[in-house]
């Protein structure tokens, strides 16, 4: 079971909530407490997540989880609501790196993800995410505006104690100018392929860099473990080692490359799909004089 499941499985499914993302994570600059010595707080590894309620309305929470070193459980630390999450800067908005920050009221978090494609991964599945959650949040605030505008009398009558339904439109315009929509979260300094609307390309392949950055880890880590049994069979691990690695790459690139030339196909059939409409407008202006 990976790391993410794991988290999925013990801390987020009991509470009756799905995890959409969690990205391994280290801060920038090291909180130090003048009153404690060095390394008091021992070793841990912290993971940020975004998850989202079953129940609706459905709520999108970012929360900060920590596994401390020798145990195998993992500790919720501190959880905010999106509506809390002010800006997310991507630091780079020209090349991967594996820095970002998360803007929070009253508070800056400045992270370094475990790498550069599990930080790109991270964003963009929070901005998707960010974007249904708002878009969402829109058509409910529609809706009940069409409910109070349908469930407002419309009997007519001469007595003075029967309601008009001016009065209930006025005040259902008073309420939606007193409305104020939350501020949505904002992204600065993302590469555009983070943000873009067709990304799912994108997506691909990023959960494919980071399955095999993930595995490579894994190997090494499982390598550096082993004892040693001689030089053969150091050889042997680093020939297995290496012909992993480069079986993902082949099966990445092969992906990839799948990936482009359907974006071709795609962009083909649309240019003939416009030449076909051209041609039938056409065809309507010469027979309807």
């Given at each position: ?6 988290i ?5 499914t009991?509470?009756?909530?799905r995890?959409?993302v969690?990205?391994e994570?280290?801060?920038r600059?090291?909180?130090r407490?003048?009153?404690l010595?060095?390394g008091?707080?021992?070793d841990y ?11 609706r309305?459905?709520?999108l929470?970012?929360?900060?989880v ?6 195998s ?5 501190t959880?905010?609501?999106?509506e809390?999450l002010?800006?997310?800067n991507?630091?780079?908005p ?5 820095e970002?920050d ?5 508070a800056?978090?400045q992270w370094v993800?475990?790498?550069?494609a599990?930080?790109?991964l991270f ?13 969402g949040?829109g058509?409910?605030?529609g809706k ?11 009997e007519?009558?001469a007595g ?6 001016v ?8 309420r ?11 992204f600065?300094?993302c590469?555009?392929?983070?943000t ?7 997506l691909v392949l990023?959960?494919?860099k980071v399955f ?6 894994r ?9 040693a049994r001689g030089?053969q ?6 020939s297995?080692l290496g012909?992993?690695?480069h ?5 990445l690139?092969?992906?990839?490359d799948?990936?482009s030339h359907?974006?071709d196909k ?6 003939k799909?416009?030449?076909f409409a051209?041609?039938?407008?056409k065809l309507a ?5």
């Amino acid at each position: 079971m990976s790391i993410q499941s794991a988290i999925n499985k013990e801390l987020f499914t009991p509470r009756d909530e799905r995890m959409l993302v969690a990205v391994e994570v280290s801060r920038r600059k090291r909180k130090r407490m003048s009153f404690l010595p060095t390394g008091a707080g021992g070793d841990y590894a912290t993971f940020i997540c975004v998850s989202v309620t079953n129940t609706r309305p459905h709520q999108l929470l970012i929360t900060k989880v920590k596994q401390f070193g020798g145990s195998s459980s993992f500790t919720k630390r501190t959880q905010w609501t999106v509506e809390k999450l002010r800006q997310v800067n991507g630091i780079n908005p020209n090349k991967d790196c594996p820095e970002f920050d998360l803007v929070f009221d009253g508070a800056v978090d400045q992270w370094v993800a475990s790498s550069s494609a599990e930080k790109c991964l991270f964003i963009q599945i929070l901005y998707h995410a960010c974007k249904t959650y708002w878009e969402g949040k829109g058509g409910s605030l529609g809706k009940v505006g069409r409910q109070r505008s349908q469930s407002a009398p419309l009997e007519v009558g001469a007595g003075p104690s029967v309601p008009s339904p001016v009065p209930a439109s006025r005040t259902l315009q008073s309420r939606r100018k007193s409305y104020v929509p939350p501020r949505q979260t904002e992204f600065i300094n993302c590469q555009p392929k983070l943000t873009a609307e067709a990304c799912t390309m994108n997506l691909v392949l990023f959960r494919c860099k980071v399955f095999m950055i993930r595995m490579k880890n894994r190997m090494v880590a499982s390598k550096s473990r082993s004892p040693a049994r001689g030089q053969q069979g150091e050889r042997v691990t680093g020939s297995t080692l290496g012909n992993v690695v480069h079986r993902m790459n082949v099966a990445l690139g092969e992906r990839g490359d799948k990936l482009s030339h359907a974006e071709d196909k795609t962009v083909e059939l649309m240019h003939k799909t416009h030449q076909f409409a051209d041609t039938a407008h056409k065809l309507a202006l010469k027979y309807s004089k």
